[in-house]
T-cell receptor, first 114, second 114 residues
Framework: ETGVTQSPTHLIKTRGQQVTLRCSSQ?????VSWYQQALGQGPQFIFQ???????GRGNFPPRFSGLQFPNYSSELNVNALELDDSALYLC?????????????FGPGTRLTVT | GESVGLHLPTLSVQEGDNSIINCAYS??????FIWYKQESGKGPQFIID?????DKRQGQRVTVLLNKTVKHLSLQIAATQPGDSAVYFC?????????????FGQGTILTVHP
């Protein structure tokens, strides 16, 4: 059984640019959630994908968007990057989207916006 | 929005002592609660969860206590080891027909001295 993997590990972008982060869910998991973790804070929910559709969204602007593919892997896209987007982006997979208490997190992608 | 701060609560203990990490949650309608451990450079790791209809749950060396009256959650770690040093987060989630969004607390830094 493979765990949640994310790529790339680290990324440096310039303000105004666009970025795509990738996540492969744990084997057998059909639901992927994305979180943003700023330095010194807990993760904040961005959105969740289930059956290739967005299944709930946190308080993030539309320039944060995502995709889920038939193999359950997922992408997080951020347009028009701002300095405050610098954070650790975490992907978590779970067996189901409804009240699933066991979300397994990947190691994250550290994004730095300069 | 949430307040921003780089000064997380800290707890320092000696190896072999018992540790108690506390968390106040905000949503009285939350259906389940989870404790995560996050080591430097890694994603959050599931430790233990508890449903809202329970007040205590035990795992291996860990116990979670839930007091819904005062909206308080605690994690007790028995015989704390240096490998337990990490940031600990509590998270709350809504069950039922809502999606599996987790709302994380600020986190507590646990340092275990040999």
């Amino acid at each position: 059984e493979t765990g949640v993997t994310q790529s790339p590990t680290h990324l440096i972008k310039t303000r105004g640019q666009q970025v795509t982060l990738r996540c492969s869910s744990q084997s057998g998991h059909n639901t992927v959630s994305w979180y943003q973790q700023a330095l010194g804070q807990g993760p904040q929910f961005i959105f969740q994908y289930y059956r290739e559709e967005e299944n709930g969204r946190g308080n993030f602007p539309p320039r944060f968007s995502g995709l889920q593919f038939p193999n359950y892997s997922s992408e997080l896209n951020v347009n028009a990057l701002e300095l405050d987007d610098s954070a650790l982006y975490l992907c978590a997979s779970s067996l189901a989207p409804l009240g699933g208490s066991e979300q397994y997190f990947g190691p994250g992608t550290r994004l730095t916006v300069t | 929005g949430e307040s921003v701060g780089l000064h997380l609560p800290t707890l320092s203990v000696q190896e072999g002592d018992n540790s108690i990490i506390n968390c106040a949650y905000s949503n009285s309608a939350s259906d389940y609660f989870i404790w995560y451990k996050q080591e430097s450079g890694k994603g959050p790791q599931f430790i233990i969860d508890i449903r809202s209809n329970m007040d205590k749950r035990q795992g291996q060396r860990v116990t979670v206590l839930l007091n819904k009256t005062v909206k308080h959650l605690s994690l007790q770690i028995a015989a704390t080891q240096p490998g337990d040093s990490a940031v600990y987060f509590c998270a709350e989630g809504a069950g039922g027909t809502s999606y599996g969004k987790l709302t994380f607390g600020q986190g507590t830094i646990l340092t275990v001295h040999p």
